[in-house]
């Protein structure tokens, strides 16, 4: 099983039925959906290590998910679950592979800026052993 970067406590609000684990699925392109378990969704194998995985799921997610029942169930959070859950949000956003894909990009972008004034070469073998 991959590294969720869609927390499964967020997923569980779209399924059909409460316990379920289960939601529909829609592919770009397709009309179709399937109905796939939420162990399957929002992941990757290898997305980040179990150490990042354990660090995100302890302080943000697991302080988050009261509130996002809270939110389920009409009620207001307070002013600090709010900032608790603007964290949350935040997180789950940087996560998705899109945004991880632009942060790369802006990576190399920078890596090649400073090229021009460092050792060309030498920085691209640096660049090398950090991007494997």
Do not use: C
Request: aromatic content about 12%; charged content about 30%.
């Amino acid at each position: 099983m991959g590294k969720h970067y869609l927390p499964r406590y967020y997923l569980r609000g779209f399924t059909r039925l409460e316990g379920e684990d289960e939601v529909y699925l829609y592919q770009r392109g397709r009309t179709d959906s399937i109905n796939v378990n939420i162990i399957n969704v929002g992941q990757e194998n290898r997305f980040y290590s179990d150490e990042i995985e354990t660090q995100i799921t302890q302080e943000v997610e697991e302080k988050a998910n009261p509130i996002l029942g809270k939110i389920r169930n009409k009620q207001f959070p307070s002013v600090d679950e709010k900032l608790m859950f603007s964290r949350y949000m935040f997180v789950t956003y940087q996560r998705v592979p899109k945004r991880r894909k632009l942060i790369q990009g802006l990576r190399e972008e920078l890596w090649l800026g400073i090229a021009q004034e460092v050792d060309r070469e030498l920085l691209e073998q640096i660049f090398n052993v950090v991007m494997a």
